[in-house]
């Protein structure tokens, strides 16, 4: 099994930053594509960043420029920082990640709990 638990979410004013962290535990061989999603009251769930294992980001339109995916693979851990937060990014920000466990060749996705970010304006 795999827990992923995220931290450092909040509540900010509107052009303020937070970094959110999420560390990867359990038994497996390897972490693939490590990616952040947000759901929003009354809306559907959203991939804001994604990062691959060798680094490489791609970014929902919204937050390019604003912000960062970051991962230490030795640490198993992906960051997001997000600088110059508005009111719209209030969300349940989630960590996923696709995971090759022992014994199998098949990635499997798990998700965090998610951590909630409030931005005030």
């Known amino acids: 099994q795999v827990q992923l638990a995220e931290s450092g979410g909040g509540l900010v004013q509107a052009g303020g930053s937070l970094r959110l962290s999420c560390v990867a535990s359990?038994?497996?061989?390897?972490?693939?594509?490590m990616r952040w999603y947000r759901q929003a009251p009354g809306k559907q769930r959203e991939l804001v960043a994604s990062?691959?294992?060798?680094?490489?980001?791609s970014y929902l339109d919204s937050a390019k420029g604003r912000f960062t995916i970051s991962r230490d693979n030795a640490k198993k851990e992906v960051y997001l920082q997000m600088n110059s937060l508005k009111p719209e990014d209030t969300a349940v920000y989630y960590c996923n990640a696709d995971v090759l466990e022992f014994g199998t060749t098949n990635l499997r996705t798990y998700w965090g709990q998610g951590t909630q970010v409030t931005v005030s304006s």
């Open positions: 990062s691959t294992h060798g680094g490489s980001a």
């Open positions: 359990g038994s497996f061989l390897s972490i693939y594509d």
